[in-house]
């Protein structure tokens, strides 16, 4: 929709050469009643999507359950020959991937994730227990976003965590605005 903004002035202020406060917020009103909002109705809220590559169950449910609190999609996939195919079906914000796996080691997977380039840019962290000096070199060599060992957080401190590694403010986690 076409509008003339000299029209619109007139019609809301016989003196269009002063604009109060007041004259300003009532244009505004003025304004967006004559935009067509189609497009703003269109925007929506998704919950951000995490990922575990995690074989254990008592892991997952542990480190999931703070994260689902705070709005965010938890899924798992638990096999490791299944982890890449998952990535591309789930297209997730961010990617937690223990090592020891069924079928694939993670750092095998890691290693295939950065070769994607539909996955090259994903967030991937390690988390895992096998923290050993090698493990987190090779990690950080193949391109982990981070290295978190298990038995070192605290699982109700790692939706802050997952909000720094997306760069949201502690209001915006767990949501992304889709348009």
């Not at 002035?9 to 002063?18: E, F, G, L, S, Y």
């Not at 060599?141 to 060992?149: C, P, R, T, V």
């Not at 790692?158 to 348009?179: F, H, R, W, Y």
Request: aromatic share 10%.
């Amino acid at each position: 929709m076409k509008f003339n903004i000299r029209k619109v002035v007139a019609r809301v202020t016989p003196n269009a050469k002063t604009a109060s406060p007041t004259f300003l917020i009532i244009l505004l009103e003025y304004i967006f009643l004559l935009i067509d909002t189609r497009y703003l109705c269109n925007i929506q809220y998704m919950p951000k999507k995490v990922l575990f590559i995690e074989d254990d169950d008592s892991f997952f449910y542990t480190f999931s359950i703070p994260l689902n609190a705070k709005g965010y999609n938890v899924v798992r996939v638990s096999e490791g020959f299944q982890a890449v195919e998952k990535v591309l079906v789930e297209k997730p914000d961010l990617i937690f991937l223990d090592i020891v796996l069924p079928g694939v080691n993670g750092l095998d997977i890691l290693k295939e994730l950065r070769e994607k380039d539909e996955t090259k840019n994903m967030k991937v962290v390690m988390l895992t227990n096998f923290g050993t000096e090698d493990n987190v070199k090779r990690a950080m060599e193949l391109g982990a976003d981070d290295y978190y060992s298990k038995y070192n957080v605290v699982p109700s401190e790692l939706p802050e965590k997952v909000a720094v590694l997306l760069g949201e403010t502690p209001e915006e986690s767990g949501i992304k605005v889709v348009s």
